[in-house]
């Protein structure tokens, strides 16, 4: 299963998301790129002038309320943004569905990409 996003700090957590949505709750690549997406931001930032939001979650409006107060009692910083923008990564990724020999994929909204296969 081939996959990847373009890059920035969120790269690997979008990625991850998306693995896991295919791997652990059965989604088609498509319905994994396209999941709510929760994205950190408690460590300096890679990119100048090197942001510090200790405790940030940055999470998508489409995830539940009754989540993002859960992690707000915890301690997290919560900031709901604005659905299909790129600060949640943009992964796209391919399944090879070897049994029935079939390629499913998925193309992330959130940025300008393509699924294509042969």
């Known amino acids: 299963m081939p996959f990847g996003a373009p890059g920035g700090d969120g790269q690997c957590q979008a990625m991850v998301q998306v693995f896991l949505n295919i791997?652990?709750?059965?989604?088609?690549?498509?319905?994994?790129?396209e999941a709510p997406r929760v994205t950190g931001w408690n460590f300096p930032n890679s990119f100048w002038p090197h942001t510090y939001l200790p405790a940030r979650l940055m999470?998508?409006?489409?995830?539940d309320p009754?989540?993002?107060?859960?992690?707000?009692?915890r301690g997290h910083d919560v900031e709901v943004k604005?659905?299909?923008m790129p600060w949640a990564g943009g992964p796209c990724a391919i399944r090879?569905?070897?049994?029935?020999?079939?390629l499913m994929a998925g193309a992330d909204p959130r940025n300008e990409s393509y699924a294509v296969g042969r």
Request: aromatic share 6%; glycine share 8%.
């Open 23 to 33: 791997v652990e709750f059965g989604m088609d690549p498509q319905q994994a790129v």
């Open 59 to 63: 999470v998508e409006g489409r995830i």
């Open 66 to 73: 009754a989540v993002i107060r859960e992690l707000e009692s």
């Open 82 to 84: 604005d659905d299909w």
């Open 96 to 102: 090879v569905d070897q049994e029935r020999g079939v």
